[in-house]
């Protein structure tokens, strides 16, 4: 799963209200198939290689684009 991917299955959901189990099941997801692909169950395994590939987490791109939603959409607000 490349960074296009996920980018592609968060479109529009800066937009969205989330509640933050909902954020929660998106992080486990992907957590889930790293831990499918390196075949461990090990998180702080996952979390390393996570961090090594330079792969963010779904709660991590998504509070970065809804503050720059806000931000960009505050102008039209005020």
Known sequence: MDYKQILALM???EAC????RDINSLDFVVNRLFMKLL???DINIVRTCQH???FELPSVLLDRRTRKFL???????S
Request: positive net charge; aromatic residues 16%.
């Open 17 to 20: 209200p989330l509640k933050k």
């Open 52 to 54: 090594m590939f330079g």
């Open 71 to 77: 931000e960009k959409n505050e102008k039209f607000m």
């Open 11 to 13: 479109f529009g959901m």
């Open 39 to 41: 075949k461990t169950s």
